[in-house]
């Protein structure tokens, strides 16, 4: 088998929904599994995919385990030679797979360590958390106090050597979306169990380039990342990001006393402006632009235009669009593409999922999501 995908997921019922059907879309033409675990979700997501998708392997977790352990289990029940570590609240292109695996680095490359892709949040913006250097002491300082924004010099935690459209090599890749040799994962360990959440990419990213290898930024394909729905930012959330970046240093950055309180007051410092950053954005829509090419009843509150081609939409700025696909009439390739190619303050996007009548979306990076019931 070439490649398992491995999707943790908890609470997060319907961008689980939408993401297995983009999954499984990506997966034609390759010899692929999905497998998803479940980290004892109260809100029917084993349910849906007992009903929706009985086909696919699931691993029911009877509590929280927690990021590493939960795809540490998938990872080993996977038989791909590849493994893809994926978010449940992303959906990847029809064409993602495909062209990672079939990569000129991914094929004849002995050194390959771990592969990520371009992300873009539900607005159509790229994420620079896509590629990022290893938080060393000064790295961190610069990203907290926001020193890159200033100048590419301070530049090494978004690794700023490489815009969004060149492919290169980085050093630390983020946990939702990773693809990588199952054997490799296995080599350097898996992602830390002694790590609940947060920190674990970065460590496994991390464990990868010490073992020789070199990770990869690939930008010829991008995912969407509704990277606000999985994790509220409350104080539990504070507590256990600071845990994290905590864990990080201690395991790989030992330093001084004086280093250790320096890195717990950036740490606790980083994760106020996290929680103070989450945000459901409430916009005012002055019209719906619905993508399809079928007859669909939605109901929608504001005068609405049905269009069939992406080429009949003509933006207009001055007024508050909400853009709507119909993902059972165009790909996510060609979704994301629009998304990307036409991204505005004054527009917004969700999808219809007809398999479940519902639209899903979210208006920012910082956005928990929304889902519109039908």
């Not at 109260?42 to 929706?52: F, I, L, N």
């Not at 010099?153 to 492919?167: D, I, M, R, V």
Request: glycine content about 6%.
């Amino acid at each position: 088998m070439q490649l398992s995908v491995i999707i943790l997921n908890y609470n997060v019922r319907y961008f689980l929904e939408q993401c297995v059907l983009s999954v499984q879309k990506a997966l034609e033409g390759i010899d692929g599994e999905i497998i998803v675990i479940d980290n004892a979700s109260s809100d029917e997501s084993c349910e849906m995919m007992k009903t929706k998708f009985p086909h696919i392997k699931l691993i029911e977790n009877k509590e929280n385990l927690g990021f590493p352990k939960g795809n540490n289990i998938g990872v080993a029940q996977a038989k791909g030679e590849y493994i893809c570590i994926l978010n449940p609240d992303t959906v990847v292109a029809e064409d993602t797979f495909l062209k990672i695996l079939n990569s000129q680095f991914t094929t004849h490359n002995s050194q390959l360590g771990i592969i990520g892709c371009k992300l873009i949040d539900g607005a159509g913006n790229f994420l620079p958390e896509s590629k990022r250097g290893v938080p060393t002491p000064w790295v961190a300082f610069t990203k907290i106090f926001g020193l890159y924004k200033i100048s590419n010099y301070f530049g090494k935690y978004y690794a700023q050597h490489l815009s969004e459209n060149e492919t290169g090599k980085v050093d630390i890749l983020v946990g939702a979306f990773m693809v990588m040799k199952r054997e490799l994962y296995l080599e350097v360990g898996g992602f830390d169990e002694n790590c609940f959440m947060y920190s674990d990419d970065i460590d496994l990213s991390y464990l990868v380039l010490k073992s020789g290898k070199s990770n990869y930024y690939f930008h010829e394909t991008s995912v969407i990342h509704y990277k606000g729905e999985s994790t509220v930012r409350d104080g539990t959330y504070m507590k256990r990001f600071r845990e994290a970046m905590q864990f990080f240093y201690k395991k790989h950055f030992k330093k001084s006393w004086f280093f250790d309180v320096m890195m717990q007051v950036g740490s606790f410092v980083f994760s106020l402006l996290k929680k103070n950053q989450q945000k459901n954005e409430v916009r005012t829509i002055d019209e719906y632009v619905v993508f399809s090419k079928e007859n669909l009843e939605l109901n929608l509150s504001k005068k609405a235009t049905y269009l069939s081609d992406f080429n009949q939409f003509e933006n207009q700025p001055q007024k508050n669009l909400e853009i709507i696909f119909d993902t059972t009439t165009f790909s996510f390739a060609e979704i994301i593409t629009f998304m990307q190619l036409n991204k505005s303050k004054n527009l917004s996007f969700k999808n219809y999922i007809s398999s479940s009548n519902y639209l899903i979306g979210s208006n920012n990076s910082n956005d928990r999501g929304q889902i519109i019931l039908l």
